[in-house]
């Protein structure tokens, strides 16, 4: 009898066992919190490094008068008579 008691001093209550796994889910849940906002940051920035990427490569005009409203009729020189 006392060998199956001593085997058993280990085992706890359900109740331990039930505070033991609150205490996990806690630091679990609190983790996956931490985790995913660390992954929202890290989409943030890795759209914004995008976005400034894109505005780099951007092609830059070199006089403020060379613009093109896109229509051919400007384009083209009438024949004189």
């Known amino acids: 009898m006392d060998l199956v008691v001593g085997s058993l001093e280990?085992?706890?209550?359900?109740?331990?066992?039930?505070?033991?796994?609150g205490v996990h889910i806690a630091?679990?849940?609190?983790?996956?919190?931490?985790?995913?906002?660390?992954l929202a940051e890290s989409e943030r920035k890795r759209v914004a490094e995008q976005q400034m990427m894109n505005l780099a490569r951007r092609p830059t005009t070199?006089?403020?008068?060379?613009?093109?409203?896109?229509?051919?009729?400007?384009?083209?020189v009438d024949l004189t008579p």
């Open 10 to 21: 280990g085992i706890g209550s359900s109740r331990q066992a039930e505070a033991l796994d």
């Open 27 to 38: 630091a679990m849940s609190n983790q996956i919190t931490k985790l995913t906002a660390a």
């Open 62 to 76: 070199s006089a403020s008068d060379d613009i093109d409203d896109e229509s051919d009729e400007d384009d083209y």
